[in-house]
């Protein structure tokens, strides 16, 4: 199985760990979106698709909190822009991915890491285990010869 993240991969081992889940799967749920910006039709790669024991399936994209909001700071800025068109191409994404899902009684949802650590996928990194950075020496220019 190939993740693209450590989230996702916590993610995957919880499925192949919890008896409620009978299966599931990575990326084989394909959904068409409009992307507002360049009014084109793409391809959604659905990150998880999980079908319990009870019979409920639901649809699951894997997200940052920090995607799944309008970015905010300087309107100005590159870095705005751009979370902006990511933020666009989100909600596209997931207008979508509700629909199929709505349309063959499935759900869908979004986990973040706050999804991920309330429902003990993945847990908080114990304080004082990150090794601190070592401060580079300044730079200095090599003299020509």
Known sequence: MVYRSLWEKAAFKWCDENKDVKYWSSEEVVIPYLYEVDKKYHRYFM???????????????????KQTKPPTGNRRTKKYISEGYTYVKNINKWSAAKEYALDRGWTFEIWTEITLRKMGIMKDKPPGKLKPFKKLPPYRKKPKK
């Not at 990150?47 to 909190?65: A, F, H, V």
């Open 47 to 65: 990150d998880l698709m999980i079908t319990y024991t009870n019979g409920k399936t639901s649809l699951i994209e894997i997200k940052p909190d």
